[in-house]
């Protein structure tokens, strides 16, 4: 969608900066597909041009010419604390195409850098790249990567590193950092804008409602609620909850210190930077309701234009209050559907929730014993399966599996057919932390196949892919702690 706000105090003219002999690391053919880029036999554009487009070297290719790129303002809470102005500080709009917007994230400065020299490393960019397409495969909202560029030009973070452009593709980039940009700014007029601007595009049906922005405070938080339980369902740790990095549209955006769980550590903390642990996998969604509550005092003026100051508080603060019932009934149906029950029955959530702590206190790796269970049949005794042995309370663990095999008898599906259900939510690759960095270390060599052969898997997580098969264990002892910062 064309980011239609115009004006200095919104967004600025942004040229990419052009960086030296850039080749491609990464290409996503899918991608391409969503916005009409033609591929070659190699599956590359077949236009050389786009190489030049997505390093920010050139303003055309493919017959288009991205004649007005931008960088937008935005301001947010970081680590709980008020920021003040942030904005694209190394994302470029390069335009739309398809109604999909096209960035480019470390094309160089904008008008928003403050002390950032606008470009990400090669190292972070290839976690962009990968996690956005692997989230997208497990079905979960999330910005598309399109390319992944690099080039020898030197960037310095804790090291010397080489530069790298993602370019990322989603319906908007708009955040939950706009509004309270202009909501600190105590700018109804743009406040009201963009409310306008997302129920135009992307809530409609607000429109029919008589209160519209406090249906679209409803519709973004359900949606949000709604994801984090996705996040959790998989394992997945975004690592930096600050405001500026939360979608109006319910989407993951701004991948970076993010982990998907190895082994299953509740209060596990993805971001090595994150030392109080306000991130962690177990406080994700409280942290999103804690966005949500920012979201809802930005918006506030735009309910004060109907009613009182008292009022529009109450009618906000209810409608925040029912994030985290969405958020239980998602986290209820996805925990439901990985253990493979179509049935409703009370006891369904406490038997999650034994599962999970049994699997914390033995650090159980999570996606391998979720996966693993649809091996179970009704007629089968807990020793059958291999994973008990995973547990150090041997006796917890059978006990909660003959509770599991017996919940299973009132479930009408066969053990094949729900065999299957399970193995399409329950993934058997995701983007484990030493994986990547093995891709990233062959990449500094000027070697990308890693890379490309991670994208592969990754894009089908939940085919069993036996030459693969390795790709799905967990990590050896020593890469167990990787730690993964905040620098990018
Ligand atoms: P992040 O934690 O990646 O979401 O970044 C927070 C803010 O810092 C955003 O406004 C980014 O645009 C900005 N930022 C991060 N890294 C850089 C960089 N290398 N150059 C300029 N701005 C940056
Ligand atoms: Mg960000």
Known sequence: MPFNLHGDDVCQPTPPTPIPNPYWVAFSPSVARLIGIELGADNFPNDPEWLGVLA?????????????????VYSGHQ????????GDGRAILLG?????????KGAGRTHYSRMGDGRAVLRSSIREFLCSEAMHALGIPTSRALALVGSKQAVRRETMETAAVCSRIAPSFIRVGHFEHFAS????????ELADLLIAEFYPECLANKEPYL???KEISARNAKLVAQWQSVGFCHGVLNSDNISALGLTIDYGPFGFLDQFEIDHICNHSDHGGRYAYHRQPQIMHWNMACLASAMLPLLGLEHSAEESQDLLRSTLEEFPVIYAKEWQRLFRSKLGLQSKEDGDTALIERLLQAMHDSKVDFTNFFRSLSNLKKDSKPIELMQRNEFIDRENIDQWLADYINRLQSEVLSDEERKGLMNQVN????????LAQAAIEKAQQDDFSEVQTLQQILMQPFDEQEVFEHYSKPPPVDMQALAVSCSS
């Open 56 to 72: 920010g070297n050139q303003l055309n290719a493919g017959g288009l010419t991205f004649s007005n790129p931008i960088s937008t």
């Open 79 to 86: 680590f709980g604390s008020w920021a003040g102005q942030l």
């Open 96 to 104: 739309d195409i398809n109604n999909l917007e096209l960035q480019l």
């Open 185 to 192: 700014l105590q700018n109804i007029v743009r406040l009201k």
């Open 215 to 217: 249906d679209l405070f």
């Open 427 to 434: 993934p058997k690759y995701i983007l484990r932390n030493h």
